[in-house]
């Protein structure tokens, strides 16, 4: 059983900040920011969770099933990721690429200590409370700084070198791999796949809470995160939601089609109506909710998958996007893990037929993507779910001083590789820019 009790807060995005410093005395945290960004099926504007009770960490083989085994038992809150390396427990798939991170393939973690923010409303859940505890904890968390002191050392290399940031596929490589991958579309092996490349660094230091506070700060995403466990991190501003359960309801929002943002409102406003009117973007948008609503349909009640908004335009600070809504209903006695199972991973980071792209994918390119395109989120204890897409994210491991991120564009027959990849820069700009 949870204690629970309420607090109003003065400054909302003055707490947020304290908050994500106090935690970091935990080795487990997961800090979830909404930015308040104001969309369709928005809830919490932050979660924080720290310090795990009780966890599960594993790697593909039966994690579906030992997951949904540790979400019967705790029948509590849960937070955590699925990584995209996942898919090989769903299907006959593997994972051979390099994997210079290490993240386990499956984590979640039932936090003694949670913290639910809406609006100015606070609500404090801890298990095993001691005496004073949840005021004792508020009153160090309101006397926090906003901001780490020390902010001008945020990187470094070891040694004192330089930070050098490298490219896993070069630009003439990644022009040859697109080519290969539209052979595999004329052919009629698949429709469309999402294809990735890496970026990385070696022996790097990095302050993590610094990096993802200026991550977030100039992307202001409605899915931002911050990841710790242990030595583990990730510093994420996605705006995609890959799925969410309310009550009997599931809900999933795509994001296929990206365009870039201009300073000058006139330029802006084309940007996005050529978004809107380009037929490649809207027929990689409709390809993936075409796979969407197939996947919903393992679990959903006869013909209730509806589209409820289709490619419709959402801007953020980086990037205009297009994002479809597809929903579905499902039965009380529904699975959250079952629902999750028949639908990871997300069409929008996978493509068209789903395993014949997955498989292509995995021979094409040359990085392991683990907790890249897999999602982060929590189980509530009532069955509800809310997970992200892990995009637009730096991940460091500290002790194998490893610091990766990837970006990706989705291939169709009218993609044209040169603009692949330019689409994928832009999308690592905001990376770039922090990490420099």
Same mark, same amino acid.
């Given at each position: 059983?949870?204690?629970?009790?309420?607090?109003?807060?003065?400054?909302?995005?003055?707490?947020?900040?304290?908050?994500?410093?106090?935690?970091?005395?935990?080795?487990?945290?997961?800090?979830?920011?909404?930015?308040?960004?104001?969309?369709?099926?928005?809830?919490?504007?932050?979660?924080? !969770?720290?310090?795990?009770?009780?966890?599960?960490?594993?790697?593909?083989y039966n994690a579906f099933d030992d997951l949904k085994q540790y979400?019967?038992?705790?029948?509590?809150?849960?937070?955590?990721?699925?990584?995209?390396?996942?898919?090989?427990?769903?299907?006959?798939?593997?994972?051979?690429?390099?994997?210079?991170?290490?993240?386990?393939?499956?984590?979640?973690?039932?936090?003694?200590?949670?913290?639910?923010?809406?609006?100015?409303?606070?609500?404090?859940?801890?298990?095993?409370?001691?005496?004073?505890?949840?005021?004792?904890?508020?009153? /160090?968390?309101?006397?926090?700084?906003? %901001?780490?002191?020390?902010?001008?050392?945020?990187? /470094?290399?070891?040694?004192?070198?330089?930070?050098?940031?490298?490219?896993?596929?070069?630009?003439?490589?990644?022009?040859?791999?697109?080519?290969?991958?539209?052979?595999?579309?004329?052919?009629?092996?698949?429709?469309?796949?999402?294809?990735?490349?890496?970026?990385?660094?070696?022996?790097?230091?990095?302050?993590?809470?610094?990096?993802?506070?200026?991550?977030?700060?100039?992307?202001?995403?409605?899915?931002?995160?911050?990841?710790?466990?242990?030595?583990?991190?990730?510093?994420?501003?996605?705006?995609?939601?890959?799925? %969410?359960?309310?009550?009997?309801?599931?809900?999933?929002?795509?994001?296929?089609?990206?365009?870039?943002?201009?300073?000058?409102?006139?330029?802006?406003?084309?940007?996005?109506?050529?978004?809107?009117?380009?037929?490649?973007?809207?027929?990689?948008?409709?390809?993936?909710?075409?796979?969407?609503?197939?996947?919903?349909?393992?679990?959903?009640?006869?013909?209730?998958?509806?589209?409820?908004?289709?490619?419709?335009?959402?801007?953020?600070?980086?990037?205009?996007?297009?994002?479809?809504?597809?929903?579905?209903?499902?039965?009380?006695?529904?699975?959250?893990?079952?629902?999750?199972?028949?639908?990871?991973?997300?069409?929008?980071?996978?493509? !068209?037929?789903?395993? /014949?792209?997955?498989?292509?994918?995995?021979?094409?390119?040359?990085?392991?993507?683990?907790?890249?395109?897999?999602?982060?989120?929590?189980?509530?204890?009532?069955?509800?779910?809310?997970?992200?897409?892990?995009? %637009?994210?730096?991940?460091?491991?500290?002790?194998?001083?490893?610091?990766?991120?990837?970006?990706?564009?989705?291939?169709?027959?009218?993609?044209?590789?040169?603009?692949?990849?330019?689409?994928?820069?832009?999308?690592?700009?905001?990376?770039?820019?922090?990490?420099?």
């Open positions: 059983m949870r204690t629970i009790c309420a607090k109003n807060i003065e400054n909302a995005e003055r707490f947020k900040q304290q908050l994500l410093l106090w935690s970091q005395q935990y080795n487990e945290v997961v800090f979830l920011d909404s930015n308040r960004y104001q969309q369709r099926y928005s809830h919490y504007d932050a979660v924080l !969770a720290v310090e795990a009770f009780t966890s599960i960490k594993t790697d593909y979400q019967q038992q705790t029948k509590d809150w849960l937070f955590g990721y699925l990584s995209y390396d996942m898919k090989n427990a769903v299907e006959d798939l593997h994972s051979e690429n390099f994997d210079g991170l290490a993240f386990p393939d499956l984590f979640f973690f039932q936090p003694k200590k949670l913290f639910l923010l809406k609006g100015t409303l606070l609500e404090i859940q801890y298990l095993r409370l001691c005496d004073d505890e949840i005021e004792s904890d508020f009153t /160090s968390i309101t006397n926090y700084p906003q %901001r780490i002191t020390n902010n001008n050392v945020t990187l /470094s290399a070891v040694e004192g070198q330089q930070l050098k940031i490298a490219q896993r596929i070069s630009k003439e490589n990644y022009i040859a791999k697109v080519t290969e991958m539209l052979s595999h579309i004329h052919r009629g092996d698949i429709y469309e796949a999402n294809f990735c490349m890496e970026f990385y660094a070696e022996n790097v230091r990095i302050e993590p809470v610094a990096i993802y506070q200026k991550l977030n700060a100039i992307s202001r995403p409605p899915f931002a995160t911050y990841f710790k466990n242990n030595q583990q991190y990730l510093l994420g501003a996605s705006p995609e939601r890959y799925l %969410r359960k309310e009550g009997c309801k599931v809900i999933s929002q795509p994001i296929k089609g990206t365009a870039k943002r201009y300073s000058d409102a006139a330029s802006d406003e084309k940007s996005k109506t050529d978004l809107a009117q380009n037929p490649k973007e809207r027929s990689e948008n409709v390809m993936i909710v075409d796979l969407v609503r197939n996947d919903l349909s393992h679990t959903a009640t006869k013909g209730s998958v509806v589209v409820e908004e289709l490619c419709g335009i959402y801007s953020f600070e980086q990037v205009h996007q297009m994002i479809s809504t597809v929903v579905s209903t499902v039965a009380e006695s529904t699975s959250p893990i079952d629902i999750l199972k028949t639908t990871f991973p997300m069409g929008s980071m996978t493509g !068209a037929p789903k395993i /014949s792209a997955m498989k292509i994918i995995e021979d094409l390119e040359e990085t392991k993507r683990g907790l890249y395109s897999g999602a982060v989120g929590y189980f509530t204890p009532n069955n509800d779910f809310d997970f992200n897409v892990v995009i %637009r994210s730096i991940l460091y491991n500290a002790q194998k001083e490893y610091l990766s991120f990837s970006v990706g564009s989705a291939i169709t027959s009218q993609a044209i590789p040169e603009q692949e990849y330019e689409e994928c820069l832009l999308k690592a700009k905001a990376m770039f820019e922090v990490l420099r």
